[in-house]
């Protein structure tokens, strides 16, 4: 941004309503002009489903893939509400980043992997490499 933007340029962030600090501390600390904008309000639901707990008691579930660690903390959650922490677990957990895996750890999965870079495409290339078959819906 530094490279392409004028010095002390305001920058407008369309973001959801609860946000992590960066980009808006390092923009700010290079002297840009940071306005966060929230766009969107994501809110978690008070149970699990009831076709996530089927599939969880089935043991029909082999990955969980984790793109956001709020995403991963409110589905652990649930998942504890819920009574079903040890049928989560036996899943896979595969991560799109460290910090998404910071609550998964928590949880102790019997395998969890990170994608290689904070991206998609290195997300589905950790599924792609998975070496035990996953269970399919069937």
């Known amino acids: 941004v530094g490279e ?10 369309p973001s959801g309503e609860i946000r992590k ?3 808006g501390r390092s923009l700010t600390r290079a002297g840009f002009g940071y306005v966060p ?8 639901v008070d149970r699990l489903p009831d076709a996530a707990a089927k599939a ?3 043991g029909s579930i082999g990955a969980v893939v984790h793109y956001s660690r709020r995403s991963a ?18 899943a896979v957990h595969l991560c799109l980043s460290e910090d998404v ?13 990170v994608a290689a870079s904070p991206d998609e495409s290195a997300l589905l290339d950790e599924l792609a490499a998975l070496a035990s078959p996953l269970p399919r819906e069937g």
């Open 73 to 90: 903390e409110v589905l652990l959650a649930l998942v504890e509400q819920a009574g079903l922490t040890s049928a989560l677990v036996a």
């Open 37 to 44: 904008w929230p766009v969107y309000a994501a809110r978690s």
């Open 56 to 58: 969880l008691r089935a």
């Open 4 to 13: 392409r933007c004028p010095p002390a340029a305001r920058l407008l962030h």
């Open 101 to 113: 895996a910071v609550p998964v750890r928590r949880a102790a999965p019997r395998r969890i992997a």
């Open 21 to 23: 600090a960066e980009p």
